[in-house]
């Protein structure tokens, strides 16, 4: 166990070692533990979060608010546009000033080019650590909810099968970012990664190229498939899910256009008897319903993705509690 993570960014998983992550999931464990068993664990009291919004949330607002209030501090949720950035506040200019008022940053921008960018620039103008709620490369809280759900549904994740795909979705171009930190991340832990897309819907090369890296190293597999069908075939995990085709236009009219070839990608009950008997079928939300993933999967037996979402609460605490004391 790693003890010495205060004042660590979180911006992608990649910039934290194995061991580190093994910190983080076991005291998610811990943490969802004491709030089932209603033991007060205020390890942050006194401690401000910003929460710093370009992007509109659902989950991630809510579970990073209710966590750092579970924690015995206070999230103060800061809607971009009612800030002074649009009139000039630098990314250089909020690490500064947010770093003297607050004790953790997070910070959720998804604009296609700069994201992670300007996350990256109010890190290293903050004195307090910065933690990435999704940008346009990285979704890491996210896929750290992933993982602890896995280890839970299925226990040791070395070996298992998890199909990373491609899905049909009209609502709009979702970010590239779930995807990419899931090859990421689960090639770490010895998975056989399946990436599944059609080819305009590529992931960033040197993610890719990571990936394999990552595979290589903690003995998994990492392959790319281009046929829906065959993503299932025998998987543990089928985590299918919409993105736009970002490497191959910038055009969101394009790329729904694009799109349209694709509309035979959703999860249905069909796909899902391709793979085991007890694979578990995941999806970070929010979700096409009846384009994307059929009603009778996503509400069936073999969904998890209720308790998927509720883990991102306990590894965002994780995270919080290691990073801001
Ligand atoms: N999965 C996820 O990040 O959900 P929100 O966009 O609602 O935060």
Redesign the pocket.
């Known amino acids: 166990m790693q003890t010495n993570l205060r004042g660590k960014d979180m911006i992608t998983t990649q910039e934290w070692t194995k061991e580190e992550i093994d910190t983080v999931l076991d005291v998610a464990l811990e943490l969802k533990r004491k709030r089932a068993l209603n033991q007060p664990h205020a390890y942050l009291r006194d401690k401000v979060l910003a929460m710093l919004f370009f992007?509109?949330?659902?989950?991630?607002?809510?579970?990073f608010e209710a966590g750092i209030a579970q924690l015995g501090g206070h999230g103060a949720f800061i809607d971009s546009t009612t800030t002074q950035i649009s009139h000039g506040d630098t990314a250089k200019e909020i690490g500064e000033i947010y770093g003297r008022y607050f004790d953790g940053i997070a910070i959720?921008q998804c604009d296609w080019d700069f994201g992670n960018q300007y996350i990256r620039e109010v890190a290293a103008a903050s004195r307090v650590p910065v933690l990435n709620?999704?940008d346009d490369v990285y979704?890491p809280?996210?896929i750290l909810a992933d993982m602890l759900t896995i280890i839970e549904k299925k226990g040791d994740p070395r070996g298992l099968t998890i199909n990373v795909s491609y899905a049909y979705a009209s609502s709009y171009q979702k970010p590239i970012s779930?995807p990419q930190s899931l090859i990421l991340l689960m090639t770490r832990y010895g998975m056989n990664v399946r990436l599944t897309h059609p080819p305009e819907y590529k992931l960033m090369p040197d993610i890719v190229e990571q990936a394999k890296e990552n595979a290589r190293r903690h003995k998994g597999s990492f392959e790319i498939l281009d046929d829906f069908n065959a993503g299932f075939k025998d998987a543990d995990v089928i985590y299918a899910k919409s993105w736009g085709a970002m490497l191959t236009t910038t055009d969101h009219q394009e790329s729904a256009r694009i799109g349209q070839q694709y509309t035979d990608w959703i999860t249905d009950e069909r796909r899902m008897a391709m793979a085991k008997d007890d694979a578990i079928y995941m999806h970070?939300?929010?979700a096409d319903r009846n384009i994307e993933v059929t009603d009778g999967v996503i509400d069936g037996p073999q969904s998890v993705v209720y308790d998927e979402?509720e883990n991102?609460l306990h590894v965002q605490k994780a995270v919080m509690a290691l990073t801001m004391s």
């Open positions: 992007f509109s949330s659902t989950r991630t607002r809510s579970s959720r709620m999704q979704h809280f996210q779930v970070c939300l929010p979402a991102r």
